[in-house]
């Protein structure tokens, strides 16, 4: 199973989407790939209701369950990367990795922020950007209240000004060939991202590129299934009506790295959130550079 770009600490997060979600799949290997929490929002903005709380017990309980959990991080909690290879409260920890899937294919899986020039060179700008897309979500959120008055299907306004931004300037375009080319230039079949928010499958210079999506609005993830097919599933709360079957055990060697002082540090603070630690500032107190 994968999934990214949750931003868990924003009020933009559909932890109860996810949270259904995770209730309906379960996988031997849980790749998270990346801004799973939002350290930009969590070093000045503390919003974390008890659905997020839920999501990181959900997690860790799979992982109680025999689960594997490997955390590859984003842009949004770059501060995981400096602990990379290393792990803590059973969670593994990697810049980037490779998945062998079942019929034979190699995955190589990252987050995506290094294609992003904005995001790479620019970061000022890209917290503008973010800005602006805050923005752009809270109008989402108001238009979505008026038409479920009106009683109209649900649209995303967000996502309509992203699309029709994005399409502007060939943002998605460029990056998805960036992404591609640098996998076939290292020589895998298939690679795996987020970062975009723009969930996808599609080949793309004899390279399959899939892009989780978000748990922001798209709401979707990518699950393997026991014969090596990937499948993207675009999820609502409620929509399960059986349990999906089990995901084959995928992954890299498990790490048996020991558990440094510093790791132990974000394992605390990881700890704190899955135990209902609510007070102002838990997180940045564990004095992690965002």
């Known amino acids: 199973m994968f999934l990214s770009d949750v931003h868990l600490g924003t009020r933009a997060c559909n932890a109860e989407a996810l949270l259904d979600f995770l209730a309906h799949h379960d996988a031997e290997t849980i790749y998270l790939v990346g801004d799973i929490v939002d350290g930009w929002r969590l070093k000045s903005t503390w919003h974390w209701p008890q659905a997020h709380n839920d999501v990181v017990q959900k997690l860790l309980r799979k992982v109680r369950k025999g689960a594997r959990l490997i955390y590859v991080p984003g842009n949004h909690d770059e501060f995981l990367r400096d602990y990379a290879g290393q ?12 998945h062998r899937l079942a019929d034979g294919r190699t995955m190589l899986i990252h987050h995506g922020d290094k294609f992003d020039a904005v995001v790479t060179n620019i970061r000022w700008l890209a917290l503008l950007g973010d800005w602006a897309y805050d923005l752009a979500i809270w109008l989402s959120v108001q238009i979505s209240r008026a038409r479920r008055r009106l009683g109209l299907p649900y649209w995303s306004f967000s996502a309509w000004s992203k699309e029709k931004v994005k399409r502007a300037v060939s943002y998605v375009c460029a990056f998805e060939g960036a992404v591609a080319a640098d996998a076939a ?13 723009k969930p996808a499958e599609k080949i793309i210079d004899g390279v399959l590129y899939l892009n989780c999506g978000d748990w922001v609005e798209s709401c979707s993830a990518v699950v393997e299934r026991g014969d090596g097919r990937l499948e993207s599933i675009s999820w609502r709360q409620g929509q399960g009506r059986r349990r999906s079957p089990r995901a084959r055990r995928c992954g890299p060697p498990p790490n048996r790295a020991f558990v440094t002082p510093q790791a132990a540090v974000v ?17 940045p107190r564990a004095r992690l550079d965002f």
Do not use: P, Y
């Not at 792990?87 to 490779?98: A, H, K, S, Y």
């Not at 230039?185 to 928010?197: E, F, N, S, T, Y």
């Open 185 to 197: 230039r290292r020589g895998v079949d298939v690679v795996l991202c987020g970062h975009i928010h």
């Open 267 to 283: 394992s605390s603070a990881w700890r704190r959130a899955a135990h209902g630690t609510r007070e102002r500032g838990a997180l």
């Open 87 to 98: 792990q803590f409260g059973g969670v593994e920890i990697r810049e980037e990795t490779t």
